[in-house]
């Protein structure tokens, strides 16, 4: 069964950084792998996909890279903004129907 | 396009009542997903569809039932409502690919089992 775990749980930082979110799954038998938003009270918005054979993706000031042998993927923000407070989520798709596997989340507060 | 829509957004039931939440998209996805959302616990799956009138079990199946009689609508019953099912519902959808296959979400419904 895929485990998926994301670190930090929690992150609060001050606005301009640049940030780090971290997600590693125990199964590296992947198709893909999502990075999802969730903002308090919505639904679970689409930032970026990497399929299995990518190392990385890029939309904007977000990055994310793959790395499926050691079972790690990372979501890179730059130069963060009050806007980007949100709770983000990660979603390796595995097994024979493609089923993701959700991690926690990270919860990220921006402040002014 | 409307993406995924659920309806109702809100709905509170009382201890064995049952009710039916709808989650319909317009984008034809072949793949169709309920989640719930509990604090602390993530997202689960309860039940998915790869087809029209097709179904299979999730992680947390017991106690929901589904129907996909239509490819645009998948429908998540629960005929005897228990305070444990107390959550988020979301609902999602995607394209058969696994490679390029990208999941969009409905909006959520927030029910409260009393």
């Known amino acids: 069964k895929q485990e998926v775990t994301q670190i930090p749980a929690a992150l609060s930082v001050p606005e301009g950084e640049n940030l780090v979110l971290n997600c590693s799954f125990t199964?590296?038998?992947?198709?893909?792998l999502q990075w999802f938003r969730q903002d308090p009270g919505k639904g679970l918005t689409s930032l970026l996909l990497i399929q299995s054979s990518q190392r990385e993706q890029t939309s904007g000031r977000l990055n994310a890279s793959l790395d499926k042998s050691s079972g790690r993927s990372t979501l890179y923000i730059a130069a963060s903004q009050p806007g980007d407070s949100a709770t983000y989520l990660c979603?390796?798709?595995?097994?024979?129907?493609?089923?993701?596997?959700f991690g926690r989340g990270t919860s990220l507060i921006v402040h002014p | 396009n409307a993406g995924v829509t659920q309806t109702p957004k809100f709905r509170v039931l009382k201890t064995g009542q049952s009710m039916t939440l709808l989650c319909a998209q317009d984008m034809n996805h072949e793949y169709m997903y309920w989640y719930r959302q509990d604090p602390g616990m993530g997202l689960r799956l309860i039940h998915y569809?790869?087809?029209?009138?097709?179904?299979a079990k999730g992680e947390v199946p017991d106690g929901y039932n589904v129907s996909r009689l239509k490819k645009q609508n998948f429908l998540l019953g629960l005929e005897s409502a228990a305070p444990s099912q107390t959550s988020v519902y979301f609902c999602a959808s995607s394209y058969s690919d696994r490679g390029t296959t990208e999941q969009f979400f409905g909006p959520g419904t927030r029910l409260t089992v009393l």
């Open positions: 979603a390796p798709g595995s097994g024979g129907s493609y089923i993701p596997t």
């Open positions: 569809s790869v087809g029209e009138g097709t179904t």
């Open positions: 199964d590296s038998a992947i198709y893909n």
